[in-house]
């Protein structure tokens, strides 16, 4: 039960990426990944915006300060030591993993397209970056994820 009295709220901690928490969320509604800072600040991302987070390496989003070159070869090799500990997401549009990963001190949070094979590893101030970004950032629109 959830602090409000709703029972149907399951959250698993995935870790810590930096000084961010991630969680996995699931309500009534579908599954989320939770991102929460020490500040308070919060967003809940759907499985179709994770699987857009894949692809951000090569199709940057507006908005949003990821635009590092690294990203498949290092994701690839960290998917493979991570899948069996990684949590899916999943709703009508999309299906993804993720897992909170650590490699030489650092922490990440890999995001794995399971339909596409995709896979980025998203540095500590990437994820605090997407705190700030806003769900229509994430939305398919000319320059941004989609198409």
Same mark, same amino acid.
């Given at each position: 039960m959830d602090p409000y009295g709703r029972p149907w709220r399951v959250e698993r901690s995935l870790g810590q990426v930096g000084g961010v928490e991630v969680s996995c969320y699931e309500t &009534?509604?579908? &599954?989320?990944? $939770?991102? $929460? @800072? %020490?500040?308070? $600040?919060?967003?809940?991302? @759907? %499985?179709l915006e994770l699987e857009g987070l894949t692809r951000v390496r090569h199709k940057p989003v507006p908005g949003l300060g990821i635009a590092s070159a690294n990203g498949r070869e290092d994701g690839q090799e960290a998917w493979h030591l991570r899948a069996e500990s990684a949590q899916r997401l999943q709703n009508e549009f999309a299906l993804v993993s993720v897992a909170v990963v650590q490699e030489k001190g650092r922490s990440g949070l890999l995001v794995r397209d399971m339909n596409g094979g995709l896979v980025v590893v998203l540095a500590p101030e990437e994820v605090e970056e997407l705190l700030r970004v806003r769900h229509m @950032?994430?939305? $398919? &629109?000319?320059g941004g994820l989609g198409g």
């Open positions: &009534a509604t579908g &599954a989320r990944l $939770r991102l $929460r @800072d %020490p500040q308070g $600040r919060e967003v809940f991302l @759907d %499985p @950032d994430l939305a $398919r &629109a000319p």
